[in-house]
C-alpha cells in the first residue's frame, strides 16, 4: 500500500516562511510527477505547484516567484517551501503523487497540512 505523509505545516505570521514536506512509503516501482494542492476555506481545490520525475517546475500564477517546489528522489519525497506567505496562503495542503506500482499508476494524496497565516 502506497502513502504519502505530509509535513511542516503550522500557524505562522504574514511575511513569514514555511518549508512543507511529503513523503512517499510502501511498495513501488517508481513516482512519475508530484504535485502540492491547497484548498482553503470555503474554496476549491487548487493546483499550487507540480514537479517531473526529472526536475522540471510549474507553478500557479500567484505563487510564482514566492514558492518553491523540489524533490528528492531518493528520499521519495517532495518539499513546498513557501515565503512572503499571506492570509490568503491559509488553507490545508495536500500532496499528489503518480505512483507506478505496476503498469496503471496510482494517483495518490496526502491527508493534508494546515497552513495559517496570520495578518
Known amino acids: 500500500q502506497v502513502q504519502l505523509v505530509e509535513s511542516g505545516g503550522g500557524l505562522v505570521q504574514a511575511g513569514g516562511s514555511l518549508r512543507l514536506s511529503c513523503a512517499a512509503s510502501?511498495?513501488?516501482?517508481?513516482?512519475?510527477?508530484m504535485r502540492w494542492y491547497r484548498q482553503g476555506p470555503g474554496k476549491q481545490r487548487e493546483l499550487v505547484a507540480t514537479?517531473?520525475?526529472?526536475?522540471?517546475?510549474n507553478y500557479a500564477d500567484s505563487m510564482k516567484g514566492r514558492f518553491i517546489i523540489s524533490r528528492d528522489n531518493a528520499k521519495n519525497t517532495v518539499y513546498l517551501q513557501m515565503k512572503s506567505l499571506k492570509p490568503e496562503d491559509t488553507a490545508v495542503y495536500y500532496c499528489?503523487?503518480?505512483?507506478?506500482?505496476?503498469?496503471?499508476?496510482?494517483?495518490?494524496w496526502g491527508q493534508g497540512t494546515q497552513v495559517t497565516v496570520s495578518s
Open positions: 510502501g511498495s513501488f516501482l517508481s513516482i512519475n510527477d
Open positions: 514537479i517531473t520525475s526529472s526536475g522540471n517546475t
Open positions: 499528489n503523487a503518480l505512483i507506478f506500482t505496476g503498469v496503471i499508476p496510482h494517483d495518490a
